[in-house]
């Protein structure tokens, strides 16, 4: 006969409170079993409301009856171990995803059912009446479900089974033949049946939404892909050029420079053969005049007579060229493309990539320009006037607003709000903002500013506020003679550069750029200054007593 091994669920022989083997079993007048210790802990909790109940079945007891231990439980359990029967565990306690039991009073375990009549969770031990009574057989039994009071009419505290299609909401019976008697209602599983549909009809649709979109986004993974290898290429083949300029002139430089070395060693062996020759020629006169000199003091006379008839005449000597230093090591054609050379790479130096963008919002349109190129810049000059509303009462504005004097006594200007009250500083009334802008002036003798500001900046503090380059509001070059020095936000950087008393100021507002330049035969740049313009900007000046700034007329005859 095959051996069998009885099994004991721990469910069916457990303490509801404790949720553990009944240890010390009792049972109550309603015949539910638990730990003594347990039911009295329990009831002990209770005896302040005057009323002792059921834990399970929750009936309610107005005495609170007496405990007899159950023996023949307590046998039944120790007979069970005593004969090693395998004790299946207790169903686990809920978890924080699990739907807890309604009725454990301490311990919750997961309910196994959820209860749509009495609108209560019950694990598996709680859930025996349902199972054993027949007053119980009519309630409706379903998977756990937590959040039961959403599922509750909150008017009618009813169960919500019916879906009113006009008011797109949930109601229970009482709605339904109520507020709701002429709406258009369905059962919810009527309802859920059209929305499932129009769910499975979106779901393709996002799904053909998505498809759509993922290969889009892998023609724009293989795009980035192309455009990636075609920069690459593009840089290769700049490279190249690069590369392929630079050997070119390290061959030409090695091919000047040995050329000049050969001439120069030609030149030289031709001097060190006459700087031999004439060595020789120095020998042989050291010679003789020693003999001269050993002749003239013998008393031989007719020795001596014989003997000076030889040096009367002496033998004939070959005339010695003489050396000429050529300063053309080359030729002349050849030194002159050299020149022309050295000027195209000496204006090569001074180009540089420009942003074609008015916006400045794409950054690669670009052209290559010469900003140390007069004739490049003057295409960007516009006419400037400056404007009295700001300029200080010690200012007297000239020629047509176009030039400003510093003296020592006010102008009548009236009162006005733009005004500078306390530096001398004056603005034009031309706001520059998203374009390239080019202006010259002229200063006169003493300490004069050239810059920009915002039309924001202070104008009526005696303090850095107000003054030009002392702030984040304004940009300027001070001038002195050959002392330059350049001024933002109160920061100082000295500039060291031949003096020029004309001065070109170059604003590349989308490329955020501010370039100072000396003009005289040749074009100096004194400071450049990168930064980023969100706002219009004002060519400003400034001035001392006795000293000016005229705005030059840049004529069309100039570009």
Not at 106 to 113: I, M
Not at 313 to 340: A, G, H, K, W, Y
């Amino acid at each position: 006969m095959a051996a069998f091994r009885l099994s004991l669920s721990a469910d069916r022989y457990s303490c509801s409170v404790c949720l553990d083997v009944l240890k010390e079993p009792v049972t109550i007048p309603c015949g539910h079993n638990y730990c003594m210790r347990c039911i009295n802990n329990y009831w002990d909790q209770s005896d302040k409301e005057g009323t002792h109940n059921c834990p399970q079945c929750r009936r309610t007891f107005h005495v609170r009856p007496e405990l007899n231990k159950n023996a023949m439980l307590k046998d039944i359990i120790e007979k069970f171990k005593s004969m090693e029967v395998d004790v299946d565990p207790p169903r686990s306690y809920a978890g924080p995803d699990d739907v807890p039991c309604d009725v454990c009073p301490v311990r919750r375990r997961s309910a196994v059912k959820t209860c749509m009549t009495c609108m209560i969770s019950y694990c598996e031990t709680h859930l025996q009446p349902h199972k054993e009574h027949g007053a119980y057989k009519r309630h409706k039994l379903e998977e756990p479900t937590g959040h039961l009071e959403g599922k509750l009419c909150a008017k009618h505290q009813k169960v919500l089974e019916i879906f009113c299609r006009t008011d797109e909401t949930c109601v229970c019976l009482m709605c339904a033949v109520t507020e709701h008697k002429s709406h258009d209602t369905v059962t919810p599983e009527e309802e859920r049946a059209v929305r499932q549909t129009r769910l499975e009809n979106k779901k393709a649709e996002i799904k053909s939404e998505m498809e759509e979109k993922e290969e889009k986004m892998e023609e724009i993974k293989k795009t980035v892909v192309r455009i990636q290898r075609t920069a690459e290429k593009e840089v290769q083949e700049h490279e190249e050029t690069f590369r392929a300029v630079l050997e070119s002139i390290e061959r030409l430089r090695s091919e000047v420079t040995k050329v000049i070395r050969e001439y120069e060693r030609r030149e030289v062996r031709k001097a060190e053969e006459l700087i031999e020759q004439l060595e020789k020629e120095i020998e042989a006169l050291k010679r003789r005049d020693a003999e001269l000199a050993e002749l003239s003091q013998t008393d031989d006379h007719i020795h001596f007579l014989k003997k000076s008839l030889s040096f009367c005449d002496p033998p004939r000597q070959e005339e010695v060229s003489d050396i000429t230093i050529n300063r053309d090591f080359l030729p002349r054609t050849l030194r002159t493309r050299l020149s022309d050379l050295r000027k195209s790479l000496e204006e090569a130096n001074d180009w540089e990539l420009v942003k074609t963008s008015e916006t400045g919002a794409d950054d690669s349109n670009h052209i290559l320009q010469n900003l140390r190129c007069r004739n490049h810049l003057l295409k960007y000059s516009r006419p400037l006037t400056l404007d009295p509303n700001t300029a200080h009462r010690l200012l007297r504005l000239s020629e047509d607003n176009r030039k400003v004097t510093c003296e020592v006594t006010e102008n009548p200007y009236p009162d006005h709000p733009d005004r500078f009250d306390h530096w001398c500083q004056v603005l034009c009334t031309e706001a520059l903002s998203g374009t390239r802008c080019y202006w010259e002036v002229k200063c006169s003798a003493g300490k004069t500013g050239v810059g920009v500001a915002c039309k924001g900046i202070n104008r009526k503090e005696d303090g850095n506020k107000s003054r030009l380059g002392c702030n984040d509001k304004s940009w300027i070059l001070c001038c002195r003679g050959s002392v330059y020095s350049f001024w933002y936000n109160n920061i100082c950087t000295k500039i060291s550069a031949p003096c020029s008393h004309t001065i070109g100021v170059y604003l590349d507002y989308p490329g955020g750029s501010l370039s100072f330049y000396g003009i005289s035969d040749t074009m100096n740049l004194l400071h450049r200054c990168k930064t980023t313009f969100d706002e219009p900007l004002y060519p400003s000046f400034e001035a001392v007593p006795d000293s000016s700034v005229t705005i030059c007329s840049l004529k069309p005859s100039d570009h």
